[in-house]
């Protein structure tokens, strides 16, 4: 039961701390920028504080106010890569107020464009941030969904990669495991793929997060000891120090108290050699939890940090931290049987439960249900602690009902699944290697024979991985020309066919539209991917039955078709797209629970400033991304 409390517990620490590892948390004490000679050009503005940001963040704050005066001397690119560096600075200060406010002085600069910037997403990332801190989590998960699908329209990896990571740590913490599961697996699969350690560090620190609740924690120390390493590679050693802090959860987790105070207490120098106050406040709070909870429990130690927490508490703006703290000193209160004392705490933690999101406010109110029970107790109150410890068991037993276990661990393994697919894709780059080793080594027969034994051993390991996934490689060896979902050509095959066509086209006479589905990834967070996946094959069909028999069409990306129409007109091919986008529109689409859904259509044609088949793809899928940014539902021709 004790390591049962310590557990629950400690994700709430680990859900406090999730997001704020994309910031750094140096903070050294203030410098004035009085003398400082402003720099001329906008450039050299940005270094110098980006310079500071690391080391010296209050000096980069007040750099950039003393800065902000003169932004209008500036173009509005620049306007807006300065809110968003600005609005960073403020995360990384953990003041959630003006970073709202920046990011949205920032957003509404976005909105003069007359062209996609990836700023918008950067932007509204941090907004959500700010919101998630806040309280406003339906706001945070808007915000990151509308940032995630405009950093896809515009093939930037990075920003997709933090935020599928941000949606991922938020459905976990409202316990929406599977859509956890599935988010962050994206993400993992885009970090590898452009092999960037920063990003591979987030998002297997946020894995390890994840699987903090499935309570394998060997599991868990695999994926922060990745974490760590990808951090430390990537020169990123304030999120590194972040990782520490989480293996010293873990340790208290396992009840290796030692161990945990020992990493807390070298942790609580260095952040106040850096002035982290929203680090100190944590910190001391599970250090006090450490104390309470050891073997040879000292509460007055404990009680004695629980107030060093609260007294850096006050310098933070932080909810999640305030419940926390508050739901540790009634409980070590209790210990010191300063009960008046532990019924305010708990009185006044339970007025400020709302401001909390669902999943978590419920979590904390089963905290406030176990304290009140023990204090009860101990007050001699049986009677009343027997009430409540049966309305403890009964709200316990109803969150474990919501969360389907068996599903969880389904997914769990497919994910896993997929992990080994990976590996055995690697020893199938090695098997070949070995392969060639093998024909071109004229040595002794000695030799010849060890090389065999490694290849057979290799090709046995092969046999082993490719059993688990046996069926998903059966899938894509089948849809390597064709789509799996709709049947229709895929991005390689659909490509090398428009080309053919377009070699053979007549000038004018040669159409290329790209058609995007409006807010899909919402469409899949809240309805589910299976709805997703149907719509996609009835617009498919849409498309299809509209364009006719002699027009090429296949599935650009997840949520794009893509349509290519020889031997016609540039006016029929505008009348085609617009009865595409007038139809999809007008459908009903009542049985999946959805009022509308729309499109976005970009299309140019083979005119005499068109220079080759590429640019005509790339003229396309600019005023496409036009269509997008103008809200939607539109369609924008050449």
């Not at 509308?146 to 930037?156: P, Q, T």
């Not at 797209?577 to 007008?586: D, L, Q």
Request: glycine share 4%; proline share 1%.
């Amino acid at each position: 039961m004790l390591n049962h409390f310590i557990k629950n517990k400690i994700k709430l620490i680990k859900r406090i701390q999730l997001i704020f590892i994309l910031c750094s948390f140096l903070a050294f004490p203030f410098q004035s920028v009085s003398n400082e000679v402003a720099p001329t050009k906008f450039d050299e503005i940005i270094a110098k504080i980006e310079s500071l940001q690391k080391d010296d963040l209050v000096t980069a704050i007040k750099l950039a106010k003393f800065h902000q005066p003169h932004l209008s001397d500036f173009t509005i690119e620049q306007r807006i890569s300065f809110k968003k560096l600005q609005a960073e600075l403020y995360t990384t200060k953990m003041d959630y107020a003006l970073v709202e406010e920046t990011a949205n002085e920032g957003l509404k600069l976005t909105k003069t464009l007359s062209h996609p910037s990836i700023h918008m997403a950067e932007l509204l990332n941090l907004r959500g941030y700010a919101y998630d801190n806040l309280g406003e989590s339906e706001l945070a998960m808007y915000d990151y969904v509308s940032a995630l699908e405009i950093a896809k329209s515009l093939d930037n990896d990075e920003v997709v990669i933090s935020s599928l990571s941000s949606l991922g740590s938020m459905y976990y913490s409202i316990e929406e495991f599977q859509r956890s599961l599935i988010l962050l697996n994206e993400a993992l699969f885009l970090a590898q793929k452009i092999n960037k350690d920063k990003y591979l560090g987030i998002v297997y620190f946020e894995l390890g997060a994840l699987y903090s609740h499935f309570d394998l924690e060997s599991k868990v120390k695999m994926y922060f000891d990745k974490a760590y390493d990808h951090f430390i590679k990537a020169d990123e050693e304030h999120s590194a120090a972040n990782v520490i802090s989480n293996i010293a959860i873990s340790h208290a987790i396992n009840q290796e108290f030692v161990l945990a105070i020992s990493l807390y207490e070298d942790m609580i120098v260095k952040a106040k050699q850096t002035s982290n106050f929203y680090l100190l406040s944590n910190i001391y709070s599970q250090l006090a939890q450490a104390y309470l909870k050891k073997p040879q429990t000292d509460p007055k130690t404990a009680y004695k940090y629980i107030i060093s927490a609260e007294k850096y508490l006050g310098l933070v703006n932080e909810v999640s931290s305030e419940i926390l703290i508050n739901i540790n000193k009634a409980e070590i209160l209790i210990h010191l049987e300063k009960f008046d004392e532990a019924i305010d705490t708990i009185e006044y933690a339970e007025k400020i439960l709302p401001k909390l999101a669902k999943e978590v406010h419920s979590y904390s109110f089963l905290q406030f249900l176990r304290i009140k029970s023990e204090l009860f107790y101990k007050q001699g109150y049986y009677q009343d602690a027997y009430k409540v410890q049966n309305q403890y068991h009964e709200n316990t037993l109803d969150t474990y009902q919501r969360i389907n276990l068996s599903a969880i661990e389904g997914m769990r393994i497919e994910y896993e699944s997929k992990q080994y697919e990976i590996q055995a894709r690697a020893l199938e780059k090695k098997r070949l290697i070995q392969m060639q080793i093998l024909k071109e080594v004229n040595k002794s027969q000695q030799e010849r024979t060890f090389y065999f034994v490694v290849g057979l051993f290799i090709m046995l390991s092969l046999v082993w991985l490719y059993t688990i996934n046996l069926k998903n490689r059966k899938k894509l060896l089948d849809s390597r020309g064709s789509d799996h979902l709709t049947d229709i050509p895929n991005r390689q095959s659909i490509l090398l066919a428009g080309s053919s066509a377009y070699n053979q086209a007549i000038a004018n006479e040669f159409n290329v539209m790209l058609i995007k589905v409006d807010n899909f990834t919402n469409i899949n967070q809240v309805k589910g991917y299976e709805i997703g996946n149907s719509i996609l094959i009835e617009i498919s069909l849409i498309i299809l039955n509209i364009i006719g028999e002699n027009a090429l069409c296949g599935r650009y990306s997840s949520n794009e078709f893509i349509v290519f129409l020889p031997n016609t007109s540039a006016v029929k091919a505008e009348s085609v797209a617009n009865g595409i986008h007038n139809t999809i529109y007008r459908k009903s689409w009542d049985k999946y629970g959805l009022k509308v859904v729309s499109v976005s259509i970009g299309m140019s044609n083979n005119g005499f400033s068109v220079e080759s088949y590429e640019s005509l793809i790339k003229t396309t899928k600019t005023l496409k991304q036009q269509a997008v940014i103008l809200g939607g539902n539109t369609v924008c021709i050449s």
